[in-house]
């Protein structure tokens, strides 16, 4: 079992930054792939970014150049530095972690983009 506690979420202004931080416990060793998801209301849940064990990187087109995702293995923590916040990122923001067996969810931090 993998456990994810997700942190970081609030209110910003238009052109400002957040960062959301994820810590796995549990049966970490097993986690291949750790990431982000998010899901506005009435909207399908959408991939944000990816990170492997091994530090390659995925990003949604929304996002690059935009946002960061980084991991710290030592802390089995994931971390997604999101800078040039729009109000359409507005949402509500889920850590994963894939393992062979199953994908696990943080329990979900809310982002709110407004002036």
């Known amino acids: 079992q993998v456990q994810l506690v997700e942190s970081g979420g609030g209110l910003v202004q238009p052109g400002g930054s957040l960062r959301l931080s994820c810590e796995a416990s549990g049966s970490t060793s097993t986690i291949n792939v750790m990431g982000w998801y998010r899901q506005a209301p009435g909207k399908e849940r959408e991939l944000v970014a990816a990170?492997?064990?091994?530090?390659?990187?995925d990003y949604s087109d929304s996002v690059k150049a935009r946002f960061t995702i980084s991991r710290d293995n030592a802390k089995n923590t994931v971390y997604l530095q999101m800078d040039s916040l729009k109000p359409e990122d507005t949402s509500v923001y889920y850590c994963y972690a894939r393992t062979v067996y199953r994908i696990y969810w943080g329990q979900g931090t809310q982002v709110t983009v407004s002036s």
């Open positions: 990170i492997t064990k091994g530090g390659s990187t």
